[in-house]
């Protein structure tokens, strides 16, 4: 059964225009969550992460939402580039969970079109 | 500075080969882990070394034996593989306590034949 979930496999977004990827999550006890981008044959490059003690962290472009009540968090990428392509995987940890211990969903891979 | 490397970036080998992955950060990390991914799936956990110590191994077969060196350095040594463990093999490294966010590396395209 998935812990974390990304339901959409896939999105497409004209360049300068907002792209929102979702994420829901079973566990309450996930305590920090985590973006990762990755292009083919490439290691997931650490985008931006949230601590279950904030509803938003922004860097740049990149901004992250968490609602726990809805055990749902958003990444938000504006405006969105072309060079945004990628594969977006969310991932989690629960809390007093063991080192290493990352349950990753299974990634939107999303395409922005100049 | 948040890079971790690894060598080779491409192998291919046969089922009775040995061969070894490497991996290395310069960030003072004290855990590093051994990820597999396959086509459109997300990264799968193997092992992590915390302190160079292995504390966690997923029920990983034991042709795939990982090394610790040092707190720089982690090694994946493979011996007699199946054409199935074809996939790309990822490290990474974090701190240990506190986020713990991981950095990985650009992975290493394994190929059995």
């Known amino acids: 059964d998935q812990q974390v979930k990304q339901n959409s496999p896939s999105l497409s977004v004209q360049e300068g225009r907002i792209s929102i990827l979702n994420c829901d999550y079973t566990?309450?006890?996930?305590?920090?969550f985590l973006w990762y981008k990755k292009y083919p044959a490439e290691g997931p490059t650490f985008l931006i992460s949230?601590?279950?003690?904030?509803d938003k962290n922004e860097d740049g472009r990149f901004t992250v939402f968490l609602n726990k009540s809805a055990k749902h968090l958003s990444l938000h990428i504006v405006p969105s580039q072309p060079g945004d392509s990628a594969v977006y995987f969310c991932?989690?940890?629960?809390?007093?969970?063991?080192?290493?211990?990352?349950?990753f969903g299974k990634g939107t891979k999303l395409s922005v079109k100049p | 500075d948040t890079e971790v490397t690894q060598t080779p970036k491409h192998l291919v080998m046969g089922m009775t080969n040995k061969k070894s992955l490497k991996c290395e950060q310069h960030?003072?990390?004290?855990?590093m882990y051994w990820y597999k991914q396959k086509a459109k799936k997300p990264p799968e956990l193997m092992f992590v070394?915390?302190?160079?110590?292995?504390?966690i191994n997923e029920s990983v077969p034991s042709r795939f034996s990982p090394e610790c060196p040092n707190s720089s350095l982690l090694n994946l040594h493979l011996h007699a593989l199946q054409p199935e463990d074809s996939a790309l093999y990822l490290c990474?490294?974090?701190?240990?306590?506190?986020?713990?966010?991981?950095?990985f590396g650009p992975g290493t395209r394994l190929l059995v034949l």
């Open positions: 991932a989690t940890r629960p809390w007093g969970g063991s080192q290493g211990n990352l349950i």
């Open positions: 566990n309450s006890m996930f305590d920090y």
């Open positions: 949230i601590s279950s003690i904030k």
């Open positions: 960030m003072g990390h004290r855990a």
């Open positions: 070394y915390s302190y160079e110590k292995l504390s």
């Open positions: 990474a490294s974090s701190q240990i306590g506190g986020a713990e966010t991981q950095y």
